[in-house]
């Protein structure tokens, strides 16, 4: 009882920390408590207790009831690596060079941006297009000269709401698949209603939202202007750019025909990452434009910075967060708190379980981010009606857009923004996303009812 005690009060604390991010002062030296210094002195605090030992970390991230952690670790990781590679190669910003051009006006841009992320999703991952798309945005931002934000929101929120069609859009949806034994399109059947509910919900939220602000006419001249030059530097390496490009448009199908070959996502994405590293590898000597790391090969030096220049662009500091929070869940299940959960979700009411379902599975993966709070409810609902499944398909995916601790993409959404000089923290996100995001989960609710009933 008194483990139980500490480790709900441990997880907490780590979430108020993680949201907070103090300073401390150490040696006259200020030190900011991030997700990853945190995470790791909360995972040496249930070690050195005795509630977690290696093996529990061991175990957090096996196999469990068909779901298997370790494999989402490799897909969010090989893809931040992938697409950090695509957009290296300079070609991220010739696209939206191109595709500012043929935009004649802010909100042609604002329908053109959010189809064209619905659309990738649909075929591959949300957290892939996020990664692609976002610095595109920021590219045609500048270039027009435009506020990126309404764009940056809306394709950040289309991607997480796409996502929900087939299984292979999130990670997410695979734990839930698995779980409840759902096949591609057992899932596509049920998902389907209620995605196309959530999709133009969102959709014509964000546009009344921003409706005023879209610019009635982009600066084409200024584009043909300011990029004439820049274009010639965009593309470093001929070989490399066709390269990196091909191998992602390969890695793209791949993806797209996975489950009808038979292979798995994270073997793709793990199979990709790879040839990324050998090709990084080969230009590095070429694309480096530092000298930091320099080995001497044959006689010969290279230059290796542009390969750790890329491996550095993965945020490999969230690693501790989300493992810290795996061996929660695993805690959690050994203390009898995941059952205990489960039973409090029995409702008389079809319509009142299926609305709260969604709601609370939403909120809670902004307390536990949403890989690991989907594991913890798909033991929770263990043999549970198939709608409970499908809120907590919705509130998986939809609760990665109320704030950035939502989904492990929002966190290194707001590092990738940060790393183009925009500011993307809680406080706006929420500002810009809530209503938005509670309006798609109750339209989203009636719409699993629905399809429930019938």
Not at 375 to 395: D, E, R, T, W
């Amino acid at each position: 009882m008194i483990a139980t005690i500490i480790t709900i009060h441990l997880f907490f604390a780590t979430v108020y920390l993680v949201i907070k991010e103090p300073e401390v002062v150490v040696k006259n030296k200020k030190v900011v408590l991030d997700y990853a210094r945190v995470s790791l002195g909360v995972l040496g605090l249930l070690l050195a207790s005795g509630i977690a030992s290696l093996t529990t970390i061991k175990s957090a991230i096996m196999p469990q009831m068909n779901i298997v952690p370790w494999q989402i670790l490799i897909i969010f990781f090989g893809s931040a690596y992938i697409c950090g590679s695509l957009d290296a190669s300079g070609v991220l910003k010739l696209i939206a060079y191109k595709f500012a051009s043929v935009s004649k006006n802010g909100k042609r841009l604002f329908i053109n941006l959010v189809l064209l992320a619905g659309i990738l999703t649909v075929f591959t991952s949300n957290d892939i297009v996020t990664l692609t798309l976002t610095p595109i945005i920021v590219y045609i931002s500048q270039y027009t000269n435009i506020n990126p934000m309404p764009y940056l929101i809306a394709v950040f929120f289309a991607s997480n709401t796409w996502s929900m069609f087939f299984y292979i859009g999130n990670p997410t949806n695979v734990v839930v698949a698995q779980a409840y034994s759902l096949n591609f399109m057992e899932y596509a059947k049920l998902m389907f209603f209620p995605t196309i509910v959530a999709i133009l919900t969102s959709f014509f939220g964000f546009y009344f939202k921003y409706r005023n602000i879209l610019p009635g006419k982009l600066n084409i001249a200024f584009i043909r202007e300011n990029s004439r030059v820049e274009l010639q530097s965009f593309i470093k390496d001929t070989k490399y750019t066709f390269l990196s490009t091909g191998f992602f448009v390969l890695f793209f199908i791949t993806i797209a025909i996975g489950d009808l070959i038979g292979l798995q996502l994270w073997k793709s994405i793990l199979l990709f990452s790879g040839i990324y590293l050998l090709l990084n590898t080969a230009f590095s000597d070429v694309l480096s434009e530092r000298d930091e790391i320099v080995v001497e090969i044959g006689g010969f030096e290279y230059n290796l910075t542009f390969l750790f220049d890329t491996v550095k662009r993965v945020p490999w500091k969230m690693l501790p967060l989300v493992l810290t929070f795996f061996v929660f869940v695993h805690i959690f299940t050994r203390f009898g708190i995941t059952r205990y959960v489960g039973s409090l979700f029995n409702f008389q009411n079809e319509l009142i379980a299926t609305i709260i379902t969604t709601f609370t599975t939403a909120f809670a993966a902004n307390v536990m981010i949403n890989q690991p709070m989907t594991i913890f409810f798909a033991q929770a609902f263990y043999k549970k009606p198939i709608n409970y499944a499908m809120s907590l398909i919705v509130g998986s995916n939809i609760g990665g857009n109320i704030t950035l601790i939502g989904a492990l993409a929002g966190v290194m959404w707001s590092r990738i923004l940060k790393f183009y000089g925009i500011e993307m923290n809680n406080k706006i996100f929420v500002r810009e996303t809530f209503f938005v995001a509670l309006l798609v989960l109750f339209t989203t609710s009636i719409a699993i009812y629905m399809v429930y009933m019938l």
